[in-house]
């Protein structure tokens, strides 16, 4: 079978596989703005979501490298806010996989959309990251810090909320200024809905009612925050794997944690997902999923095979995804 052949027609976003430093496919398909027809393209920005949450994770591994952070390190420590009954001893090992039982302002185990989060609380209040802290700085423990692995949102807007303390700049301009620019990821940022740059995709919902599609402006953060909501682009993912994976943002030694099983599922290391294949060795992944956002991407160093696939509609990205891997294998 051919590759083009699991693409569904009604697919709009942008697709790229990689092996062997080769593009074996390359294409972007549907309409990044639908009032005004215009085409998704290859360099064409598009929202990520939850993907986001891995260049958070690099930059605190960055900053415990240069020895101003240590994984140890408790949120009542490193925040000057009243965290009220969130546990102050909470680690940023904790934060970082997800083990830290914060309590999640989208806790995606009992929430079925995002922009249920908006009904009280606009969602253009949220254009920095302490914007969001109102969401759930009154709410209780989940669990116990350290109990068990379960997903977490919360947990990446306080490591964001660390950078900045530390650092005293916005955590995207320090993601910026170590990631993004180093790596030639000239298209990727943190931007604001009402002052998007040129050549960024609007996220659509289907409204299944009207029969007809609407943008997400009002249905995600207005910005993101370290739990999510970057732009970027098919090539510059690409760029962030190659340097990631090359030892050329953190040392080897960092990197090897980074992609090592953090809980005890073995599917997460440190903001980043992983797949347990044959011989104990993993394949990492990122992926993301916000009203009008589909992203997925995967890099399999035994087979030096890339996979990125992103989207401006709720395309099922995991099941393509999927279907390639297992036409490529």
């Known amino acids: 079978m051919n590759i083009n052949d699991l693409i569904n027609k009604d697919f709009s976003g ?3 596989i990689k092996k062997c430093e080769n593009i074996i496919l390359e294409k972007a398909l549907g309409l990044a703005n639908i009032s005004y027809n215009v085409d998704n ?7 990520i979501a939850s993907g986001g949450k891995v260049f958070v994770a690099v930059a605190i591994l960055k900053l415990i490298e240069d020895g101003k952070l240590a994984f140890d390190d408790c949120i009542g420590d490193l925040l000057d806010i009243d965290l009220k009954e969130i546990d102050p001893k909470i680690t940023i090992h904790q934060l970082l ?6 309590p999640d302002y989208f806790d995606e185990s ?8 908006w009904k009280d609380y606009p ?3 949220i254009r920095n990251s302490i914007d969001i802290l109102p969401l759930f700085i009154d709410k209780p423990m989940m669990y116990p810090r ?3 692995f379960q997903y ?4 990446y807007v306080v490591l964001g909320l660390i950078i900045e303390n530390i650092l005293n700049i916005p955590f995207d301009k320090y993601l910026d200024d170590i990631i993004f620019k180093p790596c030639n990821m000239l298209n990727t940022g943190y931007y604001e809905l009402d002052r998007l740059p040129s050549n960024c995709a609007t996220g659509y919902i289907y409204d299944s009612e009207r029969k007809e599609f609407y943008s997400n402006i009002y249905s995600i953060d207005v910005k993101g925050t370290g739990a999510g909501g970057v732009f970027t682009t098919v090539s510059d993912i690409d760029m962030f794997w190659e340097n990631l994976l090359n030892g050329k943002i953190l040392s080897d030694k960092m990197l090897s944690k980074m992609l090592s099983p953090q809980v005890n599922e073995q599917c997460y290391g440190y903001g980043i997902w992983l797949k347990k294949g044959s011989d104990d060795i993993f394949t990492p992944y990122l992926q993301g999923c916000d009203p009008g956002v589909s992203f997925i991407t995967s890099f399999d160093r035994q087979r030096n095979t890339c996979i990125i696939l992103i989207s401006n509609f709720g395309s099922n990205v ?3 995804h999927k279907d390639i891997l297992n036409e490529l294998l």
């Open 14 to 16: 942008v697709i790229r």
């Open 41 to 47: 393209e290859i360099d064409t920005k598009f929202a």
């Open 97 to 102: 996989n997800h083990t830290s039982g914060i």
């Open 110 to 117: 009992v929430m079925k959309d995002y922009d249920e989060l």
């Open 123 to 125: 969602n253009y209040k």
């Open 146 to 148: 350290g109990e068990k």
């Open 152 to 155: 977490n949102n919360t947990g």
């Open 318 to 320: 995991w099941k393509l």
